[in-house]
């Protein structure tokens, strides 16, 4: 056997050495890929800031009192006669005591045959309608549950809110149920519409995203109290644009007890009609409600109220024209439809009232609007 030249060895050499780059090239690779593979270590972080905390506290406290709602609607096929019952809407609502009375926004349930209320613990009980008042969006459901099943939300005050402040919104829009949402009393005092097209007085406006699905949920303060009910979106699209609209907790508060004791609203009433605002205008009469009609035997007519009308010859006969109820002006019937809301039936007031350039003061015991 002849021996190895040196050319030879070098090329054998060589081949060696590109050989073993190579395994070691691909040992290096393997390594880094499964490096690569592996979770990266988790950074240490601080403790939540005293916001985070607080928003984390806020719901914790309020969603296990935030409800589901689901309207259903029974339809009859046209060539078979047979009712189903149909999905119509859903909203939101809130646990109001423990004996199972959920507060949600009329419109909510307007239009559905029966509803059926989801908790917290997504257990569903069937919900009957305890009463309604749809000239201030607001309605009572009562459902059968376990009232360790019924924490009520905690209630605050509307009176002493300020622009600025921070709020929460819990609700479930588009059907996303327990949804929080952060934001800031934007304005208040404002005026909305309710279904029945009266104007709904004294409501927030908030930052904080209200979506289709949050009408009824619970605005929140940051102790976690109630202060409104979402009820509407300003929104060309339909979507949260950043106005929101909730009746105010105070307004609420009156409204409710009165559903639950009456199942309706009977609004206290002074028995009167008023004339259209165009007609005020051309009798040069002041800003208020003129009166075109005096109940007999009204709380109005007790005190001596008369109405605008005609006499045989076809001459206007001065009337009264109501401008304030407990000095509280009144620009039209809808601003004194509002203040007699805040009174009781049997309750005194005093009617400043303007005839003839002449203003004087009477009392009147309201009575009922039934």
Known sequence: MRGIDTATACAMFLRLLALSLIVWLAAGAAEAQNKAAQPRPVSTRGALDAEEMNNIVVFKRASPSVVHITTLSVQRDFFSLRTSEQPSGTGTGFVWDADGHIVTNFHVIQGGDRATVTLH?????????????????????????????????????????????????????????????????????????????????????????????????????????????NTSIYSPSGASAGIGFAIPVDEVNRIVPRLIRDGRFIRPALGVTAGPENLSRALGAPKGVLLVDVGNGSPAAAAGLKAFGRDRSGRIVQGDVITAVDGQAVADLDDMLSLLETRQIGERVTLTVWRSGQTRKVVATLGSSD
């Open 121 to 229: 613990d997504q257990s569903s009980y069937p919900a009957r309608l305890v009463g309604a008042f749809p000239d201030r969006d607001i309605a009572v459901l009562r459902i059968e549950a376990p009232v360790t099943k019924l924490p009520a939300i905690a209630v605050g005050t509307s009176r002493d809110l300020q622009v600025g402040q921070k709020v929460y919104a819990i609700g479930n829009p588009f059907g996303l149920d327990q949804t929080l949402t952060t934001g800031i009393v934007s304005a208040l005092n404002r005026e909305i519409e309710s279904v029945t097209r009266r104007t709904i007085k004294g409501a927030i406006q908030t930052d904080a995203a209200i979506n289709p699905g949050n009408s009824g949920g619970p605005l929140l303060d940051s102790a976690g109290r109630l202060i409104g009910v």
